[in-house]
């Protein structure tokens, strides 16, 4: 009545194959790469994507809200700046150069009062 082998109890250990215990060792990783890629990765560019079109789209009139949580409305459009309203003082308008990145969003007409 022996319960261990006596291959084991010599302290051999018995061949694995090769192909099969790579892929056990592999394949935990690769799901777990995949499960990052639909989870974090994927929705994160589809974000920064729609912020650059958005960031394109950018016209004078729009009123829009920054990353710093300015609103104003926009006054001038440049390739890489806006120029952004935010308030009026005596009759003029106070504006701001800002980065186009810079905008968080673009909202309603209508939304900012001066």
């Known amino acids: 009545m022996f319960f261990i082998s006596e291959a084991l109890a010599a302290g051999e250990a ?17 799901v777990l790469f995949v499960v990052f890629w639909f989870f974090l990765i994927r929705p994160q560019q589809k974000r920064q994507k729609e912020h650059a079109q958005m960031c394109e789209a950018l016209a004078k009139g729009d009123e829009v809200m920054t990353v ?47």
């Open 68 to 114: 710093g949580g300015i609103s104003g409305r926009i006054d001038a459009v440049d390739e890489l700046y806006i120029g952004l309203q935010i308030a009026e003082c005596d009759g003029k308008a106070v504006v701001v150069r800002i980065q186009r990145t810079a905008v968080q969003a673009v909202l309603p007409k209508g939304t900012v009062k001066f």
């Open 14 to 30: 018995a061949p694995v194959g090769g192909m099969e215990a790579f892929l056990v060792q592999v394949l935990p990783l690769i």
